[in-house]
């Protein structure tokens, strides 16, 4: 009698589960330092939001600060609740303004903290605030 049925040995299939493993043991790591990569840059966009919006509110209201040390969801500021992308501690989100200038500190859900200067963005490890005012 002819055996006509057909399929995979065991050897085929050990083989096709053995490359699906390699290529997610490599894929996966990627995947989350993706995640990771575009919460801090949302926090970063956030926080760049937040200073616009506090210059834009000195603008409107005739040279009016926000004060010294206000947060980023501030109804003068931006508004609303914080995004995923932010830290959900107290002060993770600041936003400082003087006659001079504006500063921002944001601490962003992956623990990472940017501080913004007056000019630019910096990544600040040991930041827990907001920089000094120009």
Do not use: H
Not at 57 to 68: D, L
Not at 71 to 82: E, F, I, K, Q, R
Not at 97 to 114: E, F, H, P, R, W
Request: with cysteine.
């Amino acid at each position: 009698m002819k055996n006509t049925t057909q399929g995979f040995t065991l050897i085929e299939l050990l083989i096709v589960i053995a490359i699906i493993g390699i290529l997610a043991a490599v894929l996966i790591p990627n995947l989350l330092n993706a995640r990771k990569a575009a919460n801090n840059t949302a926090a970063q966009s956030y926080l760049r939001n937040a200073v616009t919006a506090a210059e834009s509110y000195r603008s409107s209201n005739n040279g009016t600060v926000v004060g010294a040390s206000v947060a980023c969801n501030d109804a003068n500021v931006l508004g609303g609740s914080l995004p995923a992308s932010i830290s959900t501690d107290a002060n993770s989100c600041l936003v400082g303004q003087n006659a001079n200038g504006t500063v921002g500190y944001v601490k962003s859900s992956n623990g990472d903290k940017y501080q913004f200067n007056g000019s630019t963005t910096v990544l600040n490890a040991s930041a827990t605030g907001l920089p000094s005012l120009p």
